[in-house]
């Protein structure tokens, strides 16, 4: 596994800081697509909480709710104004107190990465705050993003001013944001995006401050792929192990979306279903090695919807969630699969969320993996449940296990 898994195994009893729930019986929701500000979205939501509640899930991934200079929110301007192209701060208070009463939790999109400015600096780019809060001047602008700050201590989003987050008066700032959106706001969950833009200690630092119920990071790293034919690899171990590196640097704080699971499933579900174990017999994903910090997912806003820069194939999108629903891990549904694909979709994942809640299935559950070849995957959770996935015709011998959900190339059944 490691030294740093080893570790992280260490801190998963250690980290008291805010940012993960403890029972581990998380079911997200992300709740919104790529289109979604073009359909006054807070008032559509508010429609849909009902069932969400009744569905079962306990945070709700929205949008980022700011002003911002793109309206799908991701290039962000006065963070304190919550006017933006989902709705009204009037309609988002509305919405989260809707959330709240049905026992839902509300999870912002954080985008602290980047910040288009209001005025030029002396270099002719937008990198000044001038006229709104959180007022900065050009030294919270990195040097590699044309600022008077300090270079970057990630990867340089382009084409705007990239926030320096090694300066202290920019993280009590951002602190205080995160606090106010939390305490008077009613969000208790965080989401942050592009977090290979600026170290991990500073994520760490955000959690402790701001104490979210749940936090969760979007660290998207390249999958390994053969150079001969550029075919995903077998072995991702390098991949997970970034990713579990950047969670340990969190101090365990944060979890992180578990791409080399979509990486790996989204290619296995294709008849190579082998993939789904590795050499030591475990799931090959973050889901693997620190499952409690593994934020599975099918699909997003940025990998499926109208962008599609790397989409789950859509006739498998059903074995997909009877994975990710069965196995431990954080399982997070897309929008589009629950609310826009029809009332099938809809009912087949709501009927795995209840199998899974009534199974006690969480996100440290044991998986024993009973086949894994081309066109089949089995697997027992936690011996409460059983799964097969695949063309393969497979059901498990014991007449004890009962069948309790089934649709197209997957099964499930518990005792």
């Known amino acids: 596994m490691g030294q740093v898994v080893s570790d992280a195994v260490v801190q998963e009893q250690a980290a008291g800081n805010g940012g993960i729930i403890k029972n581990g019986r998380e079911i997200l929701l992300q709740a919104f697509n790529w289109e979604s500000h073009k359909h006054n979205w807070w008032s559509n939501l508010e429609g849909r909480v009902a069932d969400i509640a009744k569905s079962g899930f306990t945070s709700v991934w929205l949008p980022p709710p700011t002003q911002s200079l793109s309206p799908e929110g991701y290039l962000p301007q006065n963070l304190y104004s919550l006017d933006s192209c989902y709705g009204s701060l009037q309609q988002l208070n509305s919405l989260i107190q809707n959330m709240n009463d049905h026992n839902i939790r509300a999870m912002a999109d954080v985008v602290i990465n980047h910040r288009v400015g209001t005025t030029k600096g002396s270099t002719g780019m937008y990198n000044r705050y001038d006229g709104i809060p959180i007022s900065w001047d050009e030294h919270a602008v990195t040097s590699c993003s044309g600022g008077k700050g300090n270079k970057s201590t990630g990867d340089n989003f382009d084409g705007v001013p990239n926030i320096d987050h090694t300066q202290p008066f920019v993280r009590k700032d951002i602190i205080e944001w995160l606090i106010w959106l939390r305490e008077t706001i009613g969000f208790q969950d965080f989401r942050f995006d592009f977090t290979k833009g600026y170290a991990s200690k500073f994520v760490k630092e955000y959690i402790e401050e701001s104490k979210p119920l749940f936090a969760v990071g979007e660290y ?31 101090g365990g704080l944060c979890a992180a979306f578990d791409f080399t699971t979509k990486g790996i499933l989204q290619e296995a ?14 799931p090959p994903g973050v889901m693997g090695w620190w499952p409690s910090r593994s934020v599975t997912f099918i699909e997003n806003h940025d990998t499926g919807s109208t962008q599609g820069h ?8 059903m074995e997909g969630y009877a994975y990710i629903l069965t196995h431990p891990g954080i399982p997070t549904v897309f929008y589009d699969h629950f609310f826009d694909w029809g009332d099938s979709f809809h009912d087949e994942i709501a009927k795995l969320m209840e199998i899974r809640k009534s199974q006690d299935i969480h996100s440290r559950s044991a998986v024993k993996i009973l086949e894994a070849s081309s066109n089949l995957y089995s697997a027992i959770i ?24 089934c649709g197209d190339r997957y099964a499930v059944w518990h005792k």
């Open 382 to 405: 936690d011996d409460k449940l059983c799964m097969k996935i695949g063309e393969g015709p497979w059901c498990p011998s014991d007449p004890e296990w009962k069948l309790a959900a």
């Open 310 to 317: 790397w989409p789950f194939p859509s006739d498998h999108v």
């Open 269 to 282: 579900v294709k008849g190579e279903l082998w993939r789904l174990r590795d050499p030591e017999e475990k």
């Open 220 to 250: 998207w790293d390249s999958c390994e792929y053969a150079p001969s034919d550029n075919r995903l690899s077998y072995n991702q171990d390098k991949h997970r192990q970034r990713i579990i590196n950047w969670i340990d640097s969190t």
